[in-house]
């Protein structure tokens, strides 16, 4: 429930945002210093969270394209339905992080030129990770999380396919 404050109660009696938003805008009083030192503090809290999985990220894909020989990545992760069933199979397993899982998706794309896969790659390993799945289930219940599961993963291929369609 939202708690009304009188001060933001529009002319009908109902919370206004609007209102609300004009008095927060009125009383807010410009230093720039502080918003500054506010920026550097959230970019240094966020790199703290992220540089390491996408350094992660970046081992997998160079270790991939180092190693993985290239017609591989053409047979088994071609822009044919099976290639995008190995993707999603994949990004299934190895979804960790999205921000790490990024420069594996480029490396998909680099070594097989099919966008769709890397689509699929980066929206696949989200939906199918289980921990999320996992989350919903004790949080939203059992249904939730299958249902979420049984409509994102068709909505996926069939993105990941006109991808591959349009761009060749």
Not at 103 to 122: C, D, H, K, S, W
Not at 153 to 162: A, D, H, N, Q, R
Request: charged letters at 15%; proline letters at 3%; glycine letters at 12%.
């Amino acid at each position: 429930l939202i708690e009304k404050n009188p001060n933001t109660l529009d002319v009908a009696g109902g919370f206004s945002v609007l209102t609300d938003f004009r008095k927060r805008l009125a009383a807010y009083r410009l230093d720039l210093a502080a918003e500054v030192r506010g920026i550097a503090k959230g970019i240094l809290e966020l790199s703290e969270m992220v540089l390491g999985w996408i350094l992660i990220g970046m081992t997998f894909a160079a270790l991939i394209g180092a190693y993985v020989p290239g017609h591989w990545f053409h047979r088994y992760f071609g822009k044919s339905a099976g290639g995008m069933g190995m993707t999603l199979l994949i990004a299934t397993i190895l979804e960790t992080c999205s921000e790490g899982t990024s420069p594996v998706a480029f490396e998909i794309y680099r070594q097989t030129g099919a966008l769709g896969n890397a689509l699929v790659f980066l929206m696949a390993g989200v939906a199918t990770d289980y921990t999320e799945i996992g989350l919903l289930w004790a949080n939203a219940g059992r249904r939730t999380a299958l249902w979420m599961v049984a409509v994102s993963v068709p909505l996926i291929l069939l993105f990941g396919t006109l991808a591959n369609t349009v761009f060749p």
